[in-house]
């Protein structure tokens, strides 16, 4: 009987990834938020919390919490379309991420 070699481990983490995803509206824009929000945005800011449809999101300074607020409601409107009806975003807020948040 011949020996297979070793799969990548990252093939087998990436299917328990998969469907490890909790169901909600939160953890689907926190899915979509990097497509939807660029990378340089992306990098800056992520989705940490909803409440009856409003998600907010954790800047990384003032400065991007400022331009995130004026680029709301285009945030919006990108992450209901990439959603598809599966999860409806009723509000962004945006929030500077406190020193003990990572």
Not at 17 to 31: D, M, S, Y
């Given at each position: 009987m011949r020996r297979r070699a070793p799969r990548p481990l990252r093939l087998a983490l990436e299917r328990a990834?998969?469907?490890?995803?909790?169901?909600?509206?939160?953890?689907?824009?926190?899915?979509a938020w990097p497509q939807v929000a660029g990378p340089v945005v992306a990098d800056e800011s992520e989705p940490?919390?909803?409440r009856d449809g409003v998600v907010t999101i954790a800047c990384r300074s003032a400065v991007w919490t400022q331009e995130l607020e004026l680029l709301g409601r285009d945030l919006e409107a990108a992450l209901n379309s990439a959603l598809s009806g599966s999860g409806r975003v009723a509000g962004l807020r945006f929030r500077t991420r406190s020193a003990t948040l990572p």
């Open positions: 990834a998969g469907g490890a995803t909790p169901p909600g509206l939160l953890a689907e824009v926190q899915a940490v919390a909803e």
